[in-house]
């Protein structure tokens, strides 16, 4: 598995907790052994994705509230 599929499924769980799920929001922040370049594409593929919002919460967007209104999709 790649350092960014790694990251994508760590993410992956944080965003599929019950509680982010119920709330449509999550923060995910990067870890010190997250690669820059993986969490940067991560933001990026995240950023495309529709009715997904990223939130930086500080200046280096090292870490992101995720929020996602699945409702605005249909």
């Known amino acids: 598995m790649s350092s ?4 994508c499924q760590r993410v992956q769980k944080i965003i599929n907790q019950p509680k982010a799920q119920s709330e449509k929001c999550a923060e995910i922040q990067r870890q010190p052994d997250d690669n820059t370049d993986d969490w940067a594409r991560m933001l990026s593929d995240l ?3 529709e ?24």
Request: aromatic residues 6%.
């Open 4 to 7: 960014y599929d790694a990251l």
């Open 47 to 49: 950023g495309t994705i």
């Open 51 to 74: 009715n997904v919002d990223l939130i930086p919460l500080d200046d280096s967007a090292e870490q992101v509230r995720v929020r996602w209104n699945p409702e605005a999709a249909m």
